[in-house]
């Protein structure tokens, strides 16, 4: 299941972005 967790990953990091790009927030995650 090595690709799926991956594609997990990708779309995480996608869905973040476009939620810090929508709706710019101060980093308190450090990233």
Do not use: R, S, Y
């Not at 799926?4 to 980093?27: C, G, R, S, T, Y």
Request: proline share 3%.
């Amino acid at each position: 299941m090595e690709e799926f967790d991956v594609f997990i990953d990708i779309v995480a990091e996608q869905m973040i972005a476009l939620w810090h790009h929508l709706e710019p927030v101060e980093d308190t995650a450090g990233k």
